[in-house]
């Protein structure tokens, strides 16, 4: 079946640091690849998506390509604040219809200042 | 503003008692989502709805129940079958071959 694994966290990191979260799946077929971001409380927003191999998402000053021959899809940003800290899920959805999603376990990164 | 709409943000249950979660949407979304999140194990797929009156079981679908008599609500109820319901919950919507939206959540305890 279709699944998705991330790197464990927490990711503790100092504000301006380079960060990097690693994501890997398997999936029968061709998936558009998610990330989502959690604040304390809330429920998920759609950080950034691509629907096919090498496409670049990207918002906010996070990116992540869709590597088909590593099956990955790791998100970075240059330069992280304090703001950032939430938790971050990688999710693959398969391209027909409504798109059920299949998540990973999430990564909690904590930036101090 | 268009969006999801979960009620409440806290709900606690006793031990026999079944409970409703709600979620409303303005989106005009097709399809609704519930999940269920607990530490550590991300999002799992209760049950889903892509239209009116019809819905699908997900991946841990016992002891719960659903509900889609209209386009924008998704009520779950978490019935006293479900022997492990203290988590938070949260409801998703889409048309198709669009990202998810999701609610705030719903946090259920058990009293």
């Known amino acids: 079946g279709n699944s998705v694994t991330q790197m464990e966290g927490p990711v503790t990191l100092s504000e301006e640091a380079f960060l990097t979260i690693n994501c890997t799946y398997t999936?029968?077929?061709?998936?558009?690849l998610f990330w989502y971001v959690q604040y304390p409380g809330e429920g998920l927003q759609l950080l950034l998506k691509?629907?096919?191999?090498?496409d670049k998402g990207s918002n906010k000053g996070f990116e992540a390509t869709y590597r088909k021959e590593t099956t990955s899809f790791h998100l970075e940003k240059g330069s992280v604040q304090v703001s950032d800290s939430a938790v971050y899920f990688c999710?693959?959805?398969?391209?027909?219809?409504?798109?059920?999603?299949?998540f990973g376990t999430g990564t909690r990164l904590l930036v101090s200042p | 503003d268009g969006g999801i709409t979960q009620s409440p943000k806290y709900l606690f249950r006793k031990e026999g008692q079944n409970v409703t979660l709600s979620c409303e949407q303005n989106l005009n979304h097709d399809a609704m989502y519930w999940y269920r999140q607990d530490p550590g194990q991300g999002l799992r797929l209760i049950y889903y709805s892509q239209i009116v009156n019809d819905f699908q079981k997900g991946d841990i679908a016992e002891g719960y129940s659903v509900s889609r008599e209209k386009k924008e609500s998704f009520p779950l109820t978490v019935t006293s079958a479900q022997k492990n319901p203290t988590a938070f919950y949260l409801c998703a919507s889409n048309d198709q071959n669009q990202p998810q939206h999701f609610g705030d959540g719903t946090r259920l305890s058990i009293l």
């Open positions: 999936a029968t077929g061709y998936p558009s």
């Open positions: 691509a629907t096919k191999a090498d």
């Open positions: 999710a693959l959805g398969m391209n027909t219809g409504f798109q059920k999603l299949v």
